[in-house]
């Protein structure tokens, strides 16, 4: 697979940055910005810019495109819905929202027997402290040191990251961190006062950092033993990226709650609360709500990737070309130091820091994005082919090969 290809049918004006009129200080967490390279379309896990150049795409939007781009299904799905009926609220019913729900709850074992559906990861973030509010009385949470929950107020106490953090606070939110994966300071930090843990099975934005099982189970021990609720944070590790539908099905350990969002609908605007039937009823009624959460456009949307796992064995996929991702990048050059993930969630820890690395990627063409100041992530959408993940580490040992 050549590493530039110009197409014809893609030509498009060459754009700059003053084309976009953007109000962001920092992309995303990664603080990368390539005003220069401006992608026109894509197909699959290709991305095409401007000038038709071809990139092999290992950022998916940040797991986001998890079915790839311009994929067919999701497209004739969006674009029948969008002629049928794009709004409706969630206190009516709607043919293609419960076809979305049923499905949803194929892939979604008890005791997570219940939705909320809404537009973003720190959406269900919120959504989820507030559920636990109101089903324990209580205000304070424990979150995990190094842990990423969002950036909106709401859930900024529960970010670690102290440069997201202390600049909009104080909050009135009471939040203890931990260290993660350590046990002791886990079961020493929730007491009778703790509404709820909220943890990543495995940390994406510090680096792809897979919890233990001792770690995942001892937190579920000592909230049931406290009263507390669990909450898995599985916004970027869900939808099958791992390998399974959720990150913590590996575990073995049933949470009071999960969020979901990224991935959901393959690019289009969505996000799941999932509920044990004991805390969805703790909500008074009338006690949260959204008005673009579940509307039928993003239900089709999500209906079309959840038909697509399961067509086209993507989770399968998504576990054998992880292995095959990560053995190569093992090898692929001395300033790697260490290569951790499952499935298609990979970070690769490098020796010097990630922001030039991801610069020579891209010179590359390979799209990434950091996970913290030493690591690359690679998070390709699941449908890349086994030729393509090759071609990944054949340009990634070019790219290392740099420093």
């Given at each position: 697979m050549?590493?530039?290809?110009?197409?014809?049918?893609?030509a498009?004006?060459?754009?700059?940055?003053?084309?976009?009129?953007?109000?962001?200080?920092?992309?995303?967490?990664?603080?990368?910005?390539?005003?220069?390279?401006?992608?026109?379309?894509?197909?699959?896990?290709?991305l095409?810019?401007?000038?038709?150049?071809?990139?092999?795409d290992?950022?998916?939007?940040?797991?986001?495109?998890?079915?790839?781009?311009?994929?067919?299904?999701?497209?004739?799905?969006?674009?029948?819905?969008?002629?049928r009926?794009?709004?409706?609220?969630?206190?009516?019913?709607?043919?293609?929202?419960t076809e979305?729900?049923?499905?949803?709850?194929?892939?979604?074992k008890?005791?997570?027997?219940?939705?909320?559906?809404?537009n973003?990861?720190?959406e269900?973030?919120?959504?989820?402290?507030?559920?636990?509010?109101?089903?324990?009385?209580?205000?304070?949470?424990?979150?995990?040191?190094?842990?990423?929950?969002?950036?909106?107020?709401?859930?900024?106490?529960?970010?670690?990251?102290?440069?997201?953090?202390?600049p909009?606070?104080?909050?009135?939110?009471?939040?203890?961190?931990?260290?993660?994966?350590?046990?002791?300071?886990?079961?020493?930090?929730?007491?009778?006062?703790?509404?709820?843990?909220?943890?990543?099975?495995?940390?994406?934005?510090?680096?792809?950092?897979?919890?233990?099982?001792?770690?995942?189970?001892?937190?579920?021990?000592?909230t049931?033993?406290r009263?507390?609720?669990?909450?898995?944070?599985?916004?970027?590790?869900?939808?099958?990226?791992?390998?399974?539908?959720?990150?913590?099905?590996?575990?073995?350990?049933?949470?009071?709650?999960?969020?979901?969002?990224?991935?959901?609908?393959?690019?289009?605007?969505?996000?799941?609360?999932?509920?044990?039937d004991?805390?969805?009823?703790?909500?008074?009624?009338?006690?949260?709500?959204?008005?673009?959460g579940?509307?039928?456009?993003?239900?089709?949307?999500?209906?079309a990737?959840?038909?697509?796992?399961?067509?086209?064995?993507?989770?399968?996929?998504?576990?054998?070309?992880?292995?095959?991702?990560?053995?190569?990048?093992?090898?692929?050059?001395?300033?790697?130091?260490?290569?951790?993930?499952?499935?298609?969630?990979?970070?690769?820890?490098?020796?010097?820091?990630?922001g030039?690395?991801?610069?020579?990627?891209?010179?590359?063409?390979?799209?990434?994005?950091?996970?913290?100041?030493?690591?690359?992530?690679?998070?390709?959408?699941?449908?890349?082919?086994?030729?393509?993940?090759?071609?990944?580490?054949a340009?990634?040992?070019?790219?290392?090969?740099?420093?």
């Amino acid at each position: 697979m050549p590493s530039s290809n110009v197409d014809p049918t893609a030509a498009a004006p060459r754009l700059s940055r003053s084309a976009e009129i953007l109000a962001a200080a920092d992309v995303h967490s990664s603080g990368l910005w390539h005003p220069d390279v401006v992608f026109v379309r894509g197909a699959g896990a290709l991305l095409y810019d401007a000038d038709g150049r071809e990139y092999l795409d290992c950022l998916a939007g940040i797991a986001v495109a998890s079915v790839g781009h311009a994929n067919e299904r999701l497209a004739d799905a969006l674009a029948r819905q969008a002629r049928r009926l794009i709004v409706c609220p969630q206190n009516l019913g709607n043919d293609v929202r419960t076809e979305f729900t049923n499905k949803l709850f194929q892939f979604v074992k008890p005791p997570l027997t219940r939705v909320f559906l809404g537009n973003s990861g720190a959406e269900a973030n919120e959504a989820a402290l507030k559920w636990a509010r109101a089903a324990t009385g209580r205000r304070r949470f424990v979150a995990a040191q190094r842990g990423f929950s969002g950036r909106t107020m709401g859930v900024l106490p529960l970010t670690w990251e102290p440069k997201y953090r202390e600049p909009f606070g104080p909050y009135d939110t009471e939040v203890e961190f931990v260290p993660f994966n350590d046990v002791a300071a886990l079961e020493a930090a929730v007491d009778e006062r703790t509404a709820a843990v909220l943890l990543e099975p495995i940390q994406g934005e510090s680096g792809i950092r897979p919890a233990t099982q001792e770690f995942l189970a001892a937190a579920r021990a000592v909230t049931k033993r406290r009263g507390a609720l669990l909450v898995f944070d599985e916004i970027q590790t869900g939808v099958g990226r791992t390998g399974t539908f959720l990150a913590s099905e590996a575990f073995g350990i049933d949470p009071d709650m999960v969020t979901l969002a990224k991935g959901l609908a393959g690019g289009v605007p969505i996000s799941a609360l999932l509920l044990t039937d004991e805390v969805a009823s703790a909500m008074p009624k009338g006690g949260h709500g959204t008005t673009f959460g579940g509307n039928p456009l993003a239900a089709a949307a999500g209906l079309a990737v959840l038909e697509e796992l399961e067509a086209r064995d993507l989770m399968a996929n998504a576990t054998r070309l992880g292995e095959r991702l990560m053995a190569g990048l093992r090898s692929a050059g001395s300033v790697v130091r260490e290569v951790r993930g499952r499935g298609l969630l990979i970070g690769a820890e490098m020796t010097v820091p990630a922001g030039p690395v991801i610069d020579a990627l891209l010179a590359e063409g390979v799209v990434t994005t950091s996970g913290g100041a030493d690591t690359v992530r690679f998070l390709p959408p699941l449908v890349i082919e086994e030729a393509q993940v090759d071609e990944v580490i054949a340009r990634a040992r070019k790219a290392f090969a740099r420093f």
